[in-house]
Structures are given as structure tokens and as C-alpha cells.
């Protein structure tokens, strides 16, 4: 065998040997020529890309591989260029631009198969080999499919847990201890707020981030893990640089090594401080239910499913007597012996779901005495809507009850009252619609209150000028537009509905409700027809009065009970000086000479009040400086309910009899002189006639003058009835 036959057939051999090799390999292997064309593939390529080797006609690369493009993009897949998604084609054509190096890649194909197509993942890798006959391109391919589907579910979960971390709020965080190396999730940096990049990845910096007044409780917990072995949670605060401050919950566990050396530490973080804030909302709200509860004005109490009472507030025990004390835990015992069988059938309403709201019923104190009361209860439920109990808000009504009483019974006086009053009441809605009349609104609009309710207040109410005919603005629709108390104008007439009409005098005034806002009128008027006549006779007595007043030729003064003139005649303003605008509104004491005297006349005016009247005198001082003594006749003025209103002074001037009296008292002085002179003389004759008697007497002689005696008694009975005179 020559040399080269030889050569022929080892290379032979060693090509079948390299082909059985390649064809066992369990990754697919491909050789392209430089056109392209594929001029191996073994049966692990075949399978993968679902494709036989023809033998017979060349096969190009994407004839036999296909990719994800190749049924979508309009310029197919081919061997050509013109393919832009070819990685595997370009692959190739770069090995053999570069022969001396490798690539390596990845890439996804549609592989075509009997049930369709189907995506896969393929890892390429190209090299060349120059051969006699030209450059070859060889391809192994391996499937990394069940790679790559894992790896993306791991990139898929990993996002999940990202997520659900982003979304609760939650970090992961590993220590190496021997190096003090710590490694932060993405967010913990967010919960802290800090930039990864301005960190100091230490245990030291991760304690400085910590609320300082939480620092060193974090730092004791996390070393009394590492010294026991044992995990430990804690929560703590974050201050941050603009001063809010977060809530964190962290949780940490201690990895150690064969020889027990603690290696490595696990935390986690997670932001609370919505929950915290949750946390603290639901305790304040707890906090002022409970404080609510307790200084509620109204008995809040709650049973249990047995009926046993389970809470009492200070109410409860002040309206019903028990103390918390002795009932909480025992059947409630509010309810009287006679309404056991109401109670249940309320329970059992309640025990189904069902409520109450402002029941009125009664029950029983701790003394036993019954009283008013209104209910409103529920079923209280548990976290899975159980019914677990039954509350009661409970308030005493006996109060109410008597004032809704005693109201009712003031509405029913109040219509009592209106219907039997003179004056005529008629009252109207916001929209001046009559909803009430009373029996003399009846009378004097000729409606009776049925007919009238509804109507408007118009039709019911008509009223006109008394002069000039013309219709009257309705002193309601005032009220409504306004909201004051207004009042008919002068010469009014009311036309009854049949046409009869009466002189009138009105007023109107608001109905308000509890807002404050006008809900209504209210007109109260009356028949002046008799009150015109007695107001005519007034103005005739007052014409009559007045012309008395002027012609009487004492001086008169009218004041008030202050003593200021409000009138005066013109017999006053002849004697004083004064003109009657002058004097009118002035003080009395102007008139007077004296402020004692003024005073006196006050004193007087007080000793005086049960009397009609009295006379004083007083001396007067006229506006130009003269004084003269002055009779005043003084009167009360009083009005219907015999209240003084006022003074009248009649007030004369007695200078000239002052004077007159002073002239007779002068003429009685100079009688009584003579009267004493010549009884004098007479008693001295007397005298000396007793004197003569005597003598005659002791020389035993008959006296001579035997009328001596009897003159002497005479005469002292006259002296003494001159003296009585006298006096």
C-alpha cells in the first residue's frame, strides 16, 4: 500500500471516528462551508432544530435553524444578509472575517415541529478550521432552555419578591461579621432614605441611622443575640433629616460556623409606620371610646351572649344605683318582672342581627322604682361578624317626658288662651299661608279656620286705606321679606268675606324656628270700632279738660314723679313770669325759694301717697326774683292700676290775705290791751270792797258789800274763759 493510499485511508478512519464521536456528543454540532452551506450536522443539531441533513441538495443555515423571526419578518430568514436577526448567521460570518478567534453567544430560534412551532433557547459556539479544500465554520449548540426558563423564573421571582418588599415595606440585610461588611436591599435604602452611594456600609453607620434614644436599645439587643445564639425582634424608630420620624420592625438571625463562631447575620427590615400610626389612631380612638364611654351623660352598658353584664359606665350606675362592681358579671337586672317577656322578644331580635334606636320603655332601679327611659342597642360583633354581645346606650326620660307633658299642656292653655281672647289672631306658613285662626279671627274675617287653612293669606286678610280705597301691602308679606314686627298703618279697614268692613289696628311679628330663620307670621289685630268711639269721647273730655284748664284762674302745674313740668295753665305763667315753652321739662325746685323747702314739699309728697291729695304752703319765687307765699293744693295722679304717674299742684297766691291777717292780728293785740286794762281796774275795786268787808267784819259789823263775793267768782270765771279765748 503506497504512502499516500495509506494516509488516504487513516484520515478516513480518523474522519469516521471524529464523525461517530460528534454524533454521540450530547451537544449538537454544525459545520458550515463559506457559502453557508451546512456540510455537517449530527444527530444531537437534528434533533434540536427538528431538521433532517438532506443529502441530495445543499442546505443552508436558515433552511435548517431557523429563528424567532422567521415566520414574522416579511424578508425571511435565509442564508442571506438580508436576515436582521440571524445571530447564529452573523456568528459565522464574523469566524470567518476573524478566524482567529471565538464567539460565543446566545439567542433564542422557532424551531418548527409536528404539533407547530416552539421557542427555544440555544448557546452557540463558533469556531474555524482551515482544511485544504477551504474554511469551515464549526458550530456546537447546546439547549439551554430549561436554563434559561429557570434563570427567568428566578429573575420573575426575584421581581415578585422585590415587589412585594417594595410594596410591604420590606429589606433584607446580611452582616459578614469577620469583615463588618453589610450588604442592604434596595429597600432599606429607600426606608432610610439614604443613597447607596453616600453609605457606609458598617454596622456602625447602619446604628448611626437609628433614632439616637433608640440606639442603644438596637445595639443591646442585636449583641445579646450574638452572646445566646438566639434571634431577636425589635422595634425602633428613624429620625430623619427633615425631623418626621419612621417607625421600623426588624428581626435578625445569627449564622455560625462549625466551630461555633457566629459568621454571619440575617436581618430584615420592614417600615411600620403606617401601622404604627394605625396602631396609634386605633388607641386614641379606643382611648376616647372608652373616655366617651365614661363621662357619656347618657347609661352605656353592654351583655354578653348569657346575658350577663360585661361593662356598667359611671352613668349607668348613677341612673340605675348598682355599681360597676356589684352587676358587672351578673344578669342584667334593669328590667321590671312585667316586661320579661318584651326583653326577650327585643334580644331576640337583637341576637339576629337587628337594632333599635330611641325604643321608649321602662325599667327598674336598684330600689325598685320605675321610671322612663329610651333604648338604643345593637349586636356587637366580632372580627369574623359573630354576634358576641348586645350594647345599650340607655337616657332617662322622666325629665322630658314631664316637660313634653307640661308642653303639650301649655299648647293646649296657649289655644285655650287664643281662642278666647278679644283680639283676633290669625298665623301663616313661610309661604304666607293661613294655617291657623281663632274664634274672633273667625268672626271678623267672616272664614272659619277650616275653610281658611291653606289659602292664602290675601284672600282671608283683605284690607284697604279707610280714605283713598286702595289696597293695603298684607303686613305679613313685610314680616317674611324683612323679619321684623311691623304694624298697620292708620285708617286700615278689614272686608270681611261678605263684604263687611271694620276699622282695624294690627301688628305682625315673625314665627321663628330653632335656627333663628322666619318660619311664619303671626298678625293679631282688633275691631276699633267701639275703640274709635271712645277714642272720640277721650278727645272731647280732652277738649273739655283743656278748656277748664286754661279759664281756671288759680295757677295749675302738672309734673311727673321725677317733679319735672311737663304742662302748666296760663294762670301759672301770669304769676311766675314764665312763658309755657319756657318752664315746660324744667325741674319744680325752679319755682321755689329754697331748696329746703323743696325738699320738705318731696317729704310731704311721700307722707301723702295713700291720700287723694293735701295742702301745704310754700314760698315761690317768680322768674324776675320775687318771692310770695303760695296755697298748693296738691293732687295724685294715678293710672288704671292706682300707680302714682304724676302731680297737680293748684297753687294760689295768699300775699294779700297774708297781709289782711297780719292787720286783724294787730287790731286783736291792741282790743286784748284795753280788755286787760280795764279788768285791772275792776279787780282792784273788787279788791278793795272784800278789803271794806273784812273791816266790817272784825269790828262785827254786817259786811257792806254782800255781791263782793259772788263778783269775785264771777268775775274769775270770766277772766278765764278771756284767757281760753285768748289761747
Known amino acids: 500500500m503506497s504512502e499516500k493510499h495509506k494516509m488516504t485511508r487513516e484520515a478516513e478512519q480518523s474522519g469516521h471516528y471524529l464523525r461517530k464521536v460528534m454524533d454521540g456528543s450530547p451537544v449538537g454540532m454544525m459545520v458550515f462551508a463559506e457559502d453557508d452551506r451546512i456540510v455537517y450536522a449530527n444527530s444531537r443539531a437534528e434533533i434540536l432544530f427538528g431538521r433532517k441533513l438532506a443529502e441530495t441538495k445543499p442546505v443552508y443555515c436558515g433552511d435548517f435553524i431557523g429563528c424567532a423571526k422567521r415566520h414574522t419578518d416579511p424578508r425571511g430568514c435565509g442564508h442571506t444578509p438580508a436576515c436582521p436577526t440571524c445571530l447564529l448567521f452573523r456568528a459565522i460570518r464574523a469566524s470567518f472575517s476573524s478566524p482567529s478567534s471565538d464567539n460565543e453567544l446566545e439567542g433564542d430560534v422557532m424551531v418548527e415541529r409536528e404539533a407547530g412551532f416552539d421557542l427555544i433557547f440555544l448557546k452557540y459556539k463558533v469556531g474555524t478550521v482551515s482544511l485544504d479544500e477551504g474554511a469551515y465554520a464549526v458550530v456546537a449548540v447546546d439547549d439551554i432552555t430549561t436554563q434559561k426558563r429557570a434563570e427567568e423564573a428566578l429573575r420573575e421571582s426575584e421581581s415578585h419578591l422585590r415587589e412585594a418588599q417594595s410594596m410591604a415595606r420590606l ?17 432599606i435604602f429607600d426606608i432610610f432614605e439614604i443613597d447607596p452611594n453616600e453609605f457606609e456600609a458598617s454596622y456602625e453607620a447602619f446604628l448611626n441611622a437609628i433614632h439616637p434614644d433608640d440606639r442603644e436599645r438596637v445595639d443591646r439587643a442585636f449583641s445579646e443575640s450574638l452572646r445566646s445564639g438566639k434571634p431577636y425582634e425589635v422595634e425602633h424608630r428613624l429620625r430623619m433629616k427633615d425631623g418626621r420620624v419612621k417607625w421600623l420592625h426588624e428581626a435578625c438571625r445569627t449564622e455560625y460556623d462549625g ?23 386605633l388607641r386614641s380612638s379606643e382611648e376616647f371610646q372608652r373616655a366617651m364611654i365614661a363621662t357619656s351623660p347618657m347609661a352605656i352598658f353592654s351583655i354578653d351572649l348569657a346575658g350577663r353584664v360585661a361593662t356598667w359606665n359611671a352613668s349607668a350606675e348613677k341612673m340605675f344605683g348598682w355599681t360597676s362592681e356589684e352587676i358587672v358579671g351578673r344578669p342584667l337586672p334593669i328590667v321590671p318582672e312585667g316586661k320579661k317577656d318584651e326583653f326577650a322578644e327585643l334580644r331576640k331580635i337583637l341576637m339576629e342581627g337587628g337594632s333599635f334606636s330611641n325604643l321608649e320603655l321602662v325599667r327598674q332601679k336598684k330600689d325598685g322604682a320605675l321610671f322612663d327611659c329610651r333604648l338604643s342597642t345593637a349586636p356587637i360583633f366580632n372580627d369574623a361578624g359573630g354576634i358576641v354581645g348586645i350594647m345599650g346606650i340607655m337616657e332617662d326620660i322622666t325629665d322630658p317626658k314631664r316637660t313634653e307633658e307640661e308642653l303639650r299642656r301649655s299648647e293646649e292653655k296657649f289655644r285655650t288662651t287664643l281662642n278666647s281672647i278679644g283680639d283676633a289672631v290669625i298665623s301663616t306658613d313661610r309661604e304666607s299661608r293661613v294655617d291657623y285662626l281663632n274664634p274672633m279671627a273667625e268672626i271678623l274675617t267672616g272664614w272659619n279656620e277650616q275653610g281658611a287653612h291653606g289659602k292664602p293669606l290675601d284672600e282671608v286678610f283683605r284690607i284697604v286705606n279707610e280714605e283713598t280705597r286702595e289696597t293695603v301691602e298684607n303686613p305679613a308679606v313685610k314680616v317674611l321679606r324683612e323679619g321684623i314686627v311691623v304694624g ?7 272686608i270681611a268675606k261678605d263684604g263687611k268692613e ?44 283743656r278748656a277748664l284748664f286754661t279759664s281756671i284762674r288759680d295757677a295749675i302745674l302738672v309734673a311727673d314723679t321725677e317733679r319735672n313740668i311737663t304742662d302748666c295753665n296760663a294762670a301759672f305763667c301770669g304769676l311766675f313770669g314764665y312763658a309755657r315753652e319756657e318752664i315746660i321739662g324744667r325741674k319744680t325746685i325752679t319755682v321755689y325759694e329754697n331748696e329746703e323747702e323743696f325738699k ?38 294715678r293710672d288704671d292700676d292706682g300707680a302714682i304717674t304724676g302731680f297737680i299742684g293748684l297753687i294760689r297766691d ?56 259772788s263778783d269775785a267768782v264771777e268775775e274769775n270765771e270770766r277772766t278765764d274763759l278771756n284767757k281760753l279765748e285768748a289761747d
Open 171 to 187: 429589606g433584607r440585610w446580611t452582616l459578614e461579621l469577620p469583615r463588618q461588611r453589610l450588604q442592604w436591599s434596595d429597600t
Open 259 to 281: 466551630n461555633g463562631k457566629a459568621v454571619r447575620c440575617v436581618g430584615i427590615v420592614q417600615d411600620i409606620t403606617d401601622r404604627k400610626r394605625a396602631e396609634e389612631a
Open 488 to 494: 298697620l298703618a292708620n285708617h286700615t279697614l278689614l
Open 502 to 545: 271694620l276699622p282695624i289696628a294690627d301688628s305682625g311679628a315673625p314665627i321663628r324656628d330653632e335656627k333663628g330663620e322666619t318660619a311664619g307670621v303671626v298678625l293679631v289685630f282688633r275691631d276699633q270700632t267701639e275703640e274709635r268711639e271712645h277714642q272720640r269721647r277721650i278727645l272731647a273730655n280732652e277738649r273739655r279738660y
Open 600 to 637: 320738705e314739699l318731696g317729704r310731704r309728697l311721700k307722707e301723702h301717697m295713700g291720700d287723694s291729695d293735701f295742702l301745704y304752703t310754700v314760698h315761690y319765687r317768680k322768674k324776675n326774683g320775687t318771692v310770695f307765699p303760695g296755697e298748693t293744693k296738691v293732687f295724685y295722679l
Open 654 to 709: 295768699i300775699t294779700a290775705r297774708r297781709k289782711a291777717e297780719k292787720i286783724l292780728e294787730e287790731q286783736l293785740e291792741e282790743m286784748q290791751r284795753w280788755h286787760d286794762v280795764t279788768l285791772e281796774r275792776e279787780n282792784r275795786v273788787l279788791e278793795l270792797k272784800r278789803e271794806v268787808n273784812q273791816v266790817l267784819i272784825d269790828a262785827g259789823r254786817e259786811p257792806r258789800y254782800a255781791s263782793a263775793v
